[in-house]
Each structure stands twice: as C-alpha cells, then as structure tokens.
C-alpha cells in the first residue's frame, strides 16, 4: 500500500499497540486485567477515553461474541490508513482531518477535539439501525446504535481533532467505531457556515449482521425504552444525543418525536399492574 507518508502506517500501527498495552498518553489507563470482569463504568457518557486506550472494549466484546469478526490493530491501522490516503483536496486544512459527529462523537467524542462547526451532509440520515447486543443492551434484548443510512440529510457537527497529537486520536475513534466494521468509513461533503469541508464520518455497513434495515418509529422506540447494557441504556443515549443537538441549535424533529415516544412505553411499563410487569 502507498502513502504520501511513509511513517504513517508504523506511526499508526505503534499508537494502536501503545493503546492496548496501556501506555498511550492520555487521561489514564485501565489495567488489561480489567477485560476479564465488566466494563468499568462510563457514567453518563457511556465510553471513556480510558476504555479505548486499555482496549478494554474490544477484549469484553471478543469474549462475549467469539463469533464475531474484530478487527484487530494492523486491520485498523490498514482501514485508517486507506482513507487518509483517498483523502480529498482540503481535508487537512486547519492541520488535521475533521469528523462528522452524528452521534456520540457530538458529546462524547473521548478525544482531544480543538473546532466544532455545525454542518450538514446531503444523502444521508442519522437513523437507529445497528442492533447493540453489548453496552447498551444485551443478546436477549439488544438496543439499537445511531448509524448514517442511505437517503435524506443530516444536521450535526464537525469536529477537529487536536492537530498536535492527530494520529494518534484518530486511531482511537477508529477502535471506538470500527470494532467490528458494522460501519464503513466514508469521506463527505459537510456544509458549514463558512463553507464546504471534507470530512470523515461512519455510514452503516448494509452486509453487516448486525445491521437492522429500516424499522418503523413505534419498533424503533419499543426497543429503545427497554434496552441496558454495561454502558448505559439506549433511552439515556437517546437522550444524550437530543441534548446535545438542542445545545448546538439543531432541531431534529425525528429525534425529538422517537424520544418522546420511548419515554411514552417506558411509562406505559411502568404504570403496568405489578402481575404483569413481573416486578
């Protein structure tokens, strides 16, 4: 594989193994040791900077799901350092390549981030179609993870990270949202206030098995309101999602409608005659 760097991908391959080993410069670390019990808890925000450099994620979910496919470091460090090398003209203005934050990258993004800009791009959704059977949810009652779906547009943020240390923490969102390639990097166009920009953002792998299709809203929110995991529930990451949209002036009334949805069947449980909610 060609690069116009050609440290980059032992760059690359060399922060991936600092993060897994615990050493990477950061926040803190979390002992390997820790991948054998649960996951230290996130609080509010769910994952922490911590988690991604320890691996600790990646471990639990290896020992959970031996049956899924987990991209280890040279398959990450491979995956980042093809986009960066298809990068378009523009993408490193400003001294590092911009994320398009959809989701949790918007309030959690658990990397050093230097600009946000509101931004939206053409022909694609935020829509609640990756089945969470981890984290936020369990195999018997998977939650559902915000993914970018083909058609539509969407309204969120760009995000720039630290231009000092880049590499380094694009190699960490990649073990964040690459786990198990049920995303595809993708290269677009955001439209901000000031203009075009490219950016990286994650769109869903359609051939993926944990990708759930098109669901309806009342489906989409039944699943939501009841889902937990080790993390946190999908209704709270719901909520963190809206939150953060309405802190940056985006109203997305899709958003807003499944939430007051999910909360509408989580006191509908809640109000049920105790025989039959079982508690």
């Not at 051939?207 to 999908?234: K, P, W």
């Amino acid at each position: 594989m060609t690069s116009p760097d050609n440290g980059r991908a032992a760059a690359l391959s060399e922060t991936t193994a600092a993060a897994a080993s615990g050493t990477t410069t950061g926040s803190g670390t979390i002992g390997s040791g820790m991948a054998d019990g649960p996951l230290a808890g996130g609080g509010p925000h769910g994952v922490t900077r911590e988690m991604l450099q320890a691996d600790e994620i990646r471990r639990r979910f290896a020992r959970l799901y031996p049956h899924i496919h987990i991209l280890d470091d040279a398959e990450l460090a491979q995956s980042l350092e093809e986009m960066l090398d298809t990068a378009p003209p523009g993408a490193f203005a400003g001294g590092a390549p911009r994320l398009f934050g959809y989701g949790s990258l918007m309030w959690n993004p658990c990397v050093a981030i230097t600009e946000r800009r509101r931004a939206r791009v053409v022909g694609l959704h935020r829509s609640f179609c990756l089945w969470m059977p981890f984290g936020r949810g369990t195999p018997d009652q998977p939650g559902l993870m915000l993914a970018l779906d083909r058609g539509g547009s969407c309204t969120a943020m760009t995000l720039m990270p630290d231009p000092a240390d880049w590499r380094a923490e694009l190699a960490l969102i990649w073990r964040r949202e690459m786990l198990t390639a049920s995303y595809l990097p993708r290269w677009v166009s955001a439209q901000t206030p000031e203009g075009p920009v490219p950016a990286l953002t994650f769109v869903i792998n359609p051939a993926h098995e944990r990708y759930a299709g098109r669901l309806t809203e009342d489906q989409t929110a039944r699943i939501i309101a009841h889902a937990t995991g080790e993390l946190g529930s999908s209704a709270d990451y719901l909520r963190a999602c809206v939150g953060a949209l309405d802190a940056a002036g985006i109203h997305d009334r899709r958003m807003v409608a499944l939430l007051s949805r999910v909360e509408y069947h989580q006191q509908a449980y809640t109000d049920m005659p105790e025989d039959i909610s079982g508690r």
